[in-house]
Every structure is written in C-alpha cells, then in structure tokens.
C-alpha cells in the first residue's frame, strides 16, 4: 500500500474482510479507487473459477474507496454486479472505481474488473449514500 490520506489510512486499517480476501489498495483519488486481487485457492469456487462473491467484494470495496475519497462518509444504498467471464487461479485482477453522477447526498459509481491482460471479468453499478459515519 502507498501513502494515502490519514483518513483513507484508516479506513483500510478497519477493512478486515478486504483484508481477508488478500485485496490489495492501489490508488484512491477523487471519485476513483483501484484495488487489486491475484486469484489463489482460497478465492475459488465448486468449478474451479474465483467464486463471485470475491468478485463482487473486490469491486464492492473499490467502489467503497472511491466514493469515500472525499471523506464524505458513503455507504452503499444499492449494487448490481454482471459477471462476463471468469477469473481464474493465477489471474491478476484489477477493479476500477469512478463516480458516473451525484445529486445531492446520492451517487452512482460504476466499477470494472479486469484481469491483467485487460479482459473484462465484471461490471458493477453501485447507489451510493452520503451519511455521517461514527469512524470519521
């Protein structure tokens, strides 16, 4: 992990699921989050493939960074995830996070998975709510 912003600091400090999965923070800006993953056993599912709720948490927590950049305390309202293709052991992911539009205290960020060869594993639409947070 780089220098970030204290806040963002620790907020991932908190994060004990991104940490779980083995996330890695790449960079946060405003409005925007990059965070990566390398595909290992743990991630994979019945058939072999990262499972889609490591997916969706990948992209859910790019999402989360991107739309807290500002420490403006968000949280998520609504997601839905399309999945494209499959992520495989070994495979490099990166999800990117940006903002699409904000009115008033909601927004839309749209997040992208891809593997490191530029593929597309995932797309996510994520609502979100601008709240005061207890942690900030």
């Known amino acids: 992990m780089t220098d970030f912003p204290a806040d963002i600091t620790a907020m991932w400090?908190?994060?004990?699921?991104?940490?779980?999965?083995?996330?890695?923070?790449?960079?946060?800006?405003?409005?925007?989050?990059r965070l990566g993953l390398t595909v290992t056993a743990q991630h994979l599912n019945s058939h072999a493939i990262c499972h889609g709720g490591v997916l969706f948490t990948l992209?859910?927590?790019?999402?989360?960074?991107?739309?807290?950049?500002?420490?403006?305390?968000?949280?998520?309202?609504?997601?839905?995830?399309?999945y494209l293709a499959?992520?495989?052991?070994?495979?490099r992911l990166t999800a990117e996070a940006h903002l699409t539009t904000r009115a008033g205290r909601s927004?839309?960020?749209d997040v992208t998975i891809r593997t490191a060869d530029g593929s597309t594993v995932a797309l996510l639409r994520a609502q979100a709510r601008f709240v005061t947070t207890p942690n900030r």
């Open 107 to 109: 927004a839309i960020y």
């Open 86 to 91: 499959p992520a495989k052991p070994g495979d």
């Open 13 to 33: 400090a908190r994060d004990n699921a991104a940490h779980a999965l083995g996330l890695e923070l790449l960079t946060v800006g405003p409005d925007t989050a």
């Open 59 to 82: 992209a859910d927590c790019a999402f989360a960074y991107a739309a807290n950049a500002d420490a403006t305390g968000a949280v998520a309202q609504a997601n839905n995830i399309t």
